[in-house]
């Protein structure tokens, strides 16, 4: 990273949910690489001290981000002893997989209650704080699911539509009040969460360390939204313009059909779909 980067970031207290592993833990690391200083929360609770011990982290521990009292205090626990806030980036979340029929209401509910509310929780608790110093900056990790459609992840995508929808508010809702919103767009991710999925044709799955430097790059330099890889983020908004059925169409042919249903390894996936769906 260059030290216009480094600038940037140097000093900056970063909060940082689902921070324990994958994209989390990979943009934690690059930060306080950077020399931010690094607070991170995940619900679990031996992952999240193994990684915070393991890099030095400021602060870690558990953090139920669908709680409200688990997340003010988290957040509160950060301000006393780091020092207050300028950087939330809401990254917890889940992606079952599966046809919708089959989907427990459990399962269902899970995912909104961590993937939209938690989101929207982090949100308000952040902004509450950033509002009356008239600084700071929401990063909320949605997906390119949010601007499409894929079968077998109907839930999910809902729950990225809703994020995408949620900081676009918030970014006009609150302009001119020096708090700014961001929404990160990773295509399927070199993590747990993509483990056992087919990625469509044409789109290679990115590393966490790419989706880790675009966040960086948004602290230092504030905009809307930013879509990883480059060539997936192009096609989501390419196939977006093009007629419904002609957009589908290119969708299937891509494999989009099949990569979260037919083509899943299960077996591969297990370990994760148990753990997400709290089997």
Same mark, same amino acid.
């Given at each position: ?71 003010? +205090? ?161 096609? +989501? ?11 589908? +169409? ?27 769906? +709290?089997?």
């Amino acid at each position: 990273m260059s030290d216009k980067f480094r600038a940037a970031v140097r000093g900056k207290v970063i909060v940082i949910t689902g921070g324990a592993r994958g994209i989390g833990l990979a943009t934690a690391t690059a930060l306080q690489a950077l020399g931010a200083k690094i607070a991170i929360g995940d619900i679990d609770e031996t992952t999240v001290k193994e990684s915070g011990t393991a890099r030095d982290f400021e602060l870690y521990g558990k953090l139920d981000v669908t709680d409200t009292a688990s997340f003010e +205090s988290f957040l509160d626990e950060v301000e006393r002893t780091v020092g207050p806030i300028d950087v939330l980036i809401n990254n917890a979340g889940i992606m079952p997989t599966g046809r919708l029929v089959d989907e427990p209401d459990q399962v269902t509910r899970r995912i909104l209650d961590i993937n939209v509310y938690g989101v929207i929780l982090g949100s308000k608790l952040g902004l509450a704080r950033m509002l009356p110093r008239k600084t700071g900056h929401i990063v909320n990790i949605a997906s390119l699911a949010g601007e499409t459609h894929i079968p077998g992840l109907a839930t999910y995508n809902a729950s990225k539509h809703a994020v995408l929808g949620f900081t676009d508010t918030l970014r006009e809702e609150y302009r001119g009040s020096g708090v700014h919103f961001s929404s990160v767009l990773p295509t399927l991710t070199n993590t747990e969460l993509g483990s056992g999925v087919t990625p469509p044709k044409l789109l290679r799955p990115a590393e966490p360390e790419e989706i880790a430097d675009a966040i960086v790059g948004l602290i230092a330099a504030p905009k809307s939204k930013v879509r990883v890889t480059a060539v997936a983020g192009a096609i +989501s908004r390419f196939v977006g313009f093009l007629p419904e059925a002609v957009g589908d +169409s290119l969708g299937r042919a891509l494999g989009s059909g099949h990569a979260f249903l037919d083509d899943v390894d299960a077996e591969r996936r297990k370990a994760y779909e148990d753990r997400a769906r +709290s089997v």
